[in-house]
Structures are given as C-alpha cells and as structure tokens.
C-alpha cells in the first residue's frame, strides 16, 4: 500500500494522457488504510451473506438484494460509501467530469483453483448507455496478478470502435457476450497486476477479459462504474 501522503495526489497529466491513448490506467496510488480496511470488511461480510452462492460475480452490492430481505440493508451501505468516497470521486472526475452518476458495482471474486473466466469483451456490448461513456475503476481487495487471473486489456482497443460479439452457452464462464472479431490481436494483450488496495480504470469500450483462476489463491476486487450525467441508462 502506498503511504498516506501518496494516497493524496490526483491523477497526473501523464495518467490522464496514458488513460486517453491506451484506454486503460493501473495507479501507482493505493486507496486510504480507513477505506480499504473497510472495503475488505465489506466483502467478507457479504460472502457470509450470499453463502454458498459462487462469489465469481456478485452484482449491485452496494443497494440491498431482495433476495436477501434486508439483511444486507448495512453492508450496502458500506459498499455505497466506498463508491462515494471522495479519494475515488476525485479520480473519476479527472476523468469523466464533475457531474457523476454512480449506475452500477461488482465485486468479481474468483475463488482459488475454481475461479470462472470472464471471456474477452468490451462493457458497451452489456449496457445500453447512450452516448456511450463509461470509467470503470477495479480496485484490488487482494493481490492480483498473472498466477491468480488478474485483469488483462487490450492497449488502444476503445479507440477501434464497437467489435463483434457472439452468445456463449458455456458454462465455465462469467459472463455470455464473447468478443468474435478478427482485427483484435491478443498476443498485444496486457497484465493489470495490482497490490491489495491498488486500483486500474478502464473505457468502456476497451477489450478486456481475464483467465480462469488455477492458482491456490483467491483472487477479488470491486469494479464501480460511473459515467457522466450527459449520458443515459435506457
């Protein structure tokens, strides 16, 4: 984790310029102890929640589950208050500007040896927000890297426009729009490797994916997902 004096600073001009070009950013910032402490808090107590459910997607942890009848109404809360913490705001405004609207979170928690893939994608294909605008910031509860399937992205691929996509009946992954278009080289394809508390943003458009995970270790992170109030959810 990085110190606290760190954890202070803004995105640099050299992020936002790598952000535009490449479509994707890993900080070298990590999130404050306080928030991070209780975002770890926050996952553990929602894996009790949703008990033997498979914890490789859970959706919208941050409003109450009805199928949990208001038992997660306080954890809720505590994901809400990590979306809406000032130190993530900050980022995503940089990004997106000042008028925020916070639609939609994840937590992707792969287990060890068992953990889904999730097939390579772009987000757009998934949500129907026009105009088409989107950050995603994914910040890792633990280590992630190539062992445990960390995040991998295509450098560039947002500025390609929309690619082709086919349904997927298997079962083995998270989610059933898979990337099918020739002009996308995945020998370009980049590692988002992150320490715990660490976090990576990414385009809406950008292809992106991550393997299954083998290792013996569990692999989670907690994907929010903002875009400006100049765009709409249909």
């Not at 070009?21 to 928030?35: F, K, V």
């Not at 928690?109 to 893939?117: D, H, I, Q, V």
Request: hydrophobic fraction near 40%; proline fraction near 6%; charge should be negative.
């Amino acid at each position: 984790m990085c110190s606290a004096a760190a954890t202070e600073l803004s995105l640099s001009d050299d992020d936002l310029a790598f952000y535009q070009r490449e479509g994707y950013l890993i900080s070298e910032q990590a999130l404050p102890e306080e928030t991070f402490s209780k975002l770890k808090s926050a996952l553990q107590k929602r894996l009790i929640l949703i008990g033997d459910k498979p914890p490789d997607f859970v959706p919208l942890p941050h409003t109450p589950a009805p199928t949990l009848n208001g038992e997660d109404i306080e954890n809720a809360r505590a994901f809400f208050a990590i979306a809406t913490a000032p130190f993530i705001l900050d980022r995503v405004e940089q990004i997106i500007g000042g008028d925020i609207v916070l639609w939609a979170s994840a937590l992707f928690c792969k287990p060890a040896a068992t953990g889904l893939e999730v097939p390579w994608h772009q987000d757009g294909q998934y949500w129907p927000i026009r105009p088409r605008a989107n950050v995603t910031m994914w910040i890792a509860i633990d280590d992630v890297d190539k062992e445990n399937a960390c995040l991998r992205v295509i450098p560039g691929s947002h500025r390609m426009g929309e690619f082709e996509h086919e349904k997927s009946a298997r079962e083995d992954l998270v989610l059933n729009n898979v990337l099918n278009d020739s002009r996308i080289d995945l020998d370009t394809a980049a590692d988002l490797e992150l320490k715990a508390g660490q976090f990576s943003m990414h385009d809406v458009d950008l292809v992106h994916g991550s393997q299954k995970n083998t290792s013996g270790r569990r692999r989670a992170g907690y994907a929010l997902r903002y875009m400006p109030a100049s765009s709409a959810y249909d």
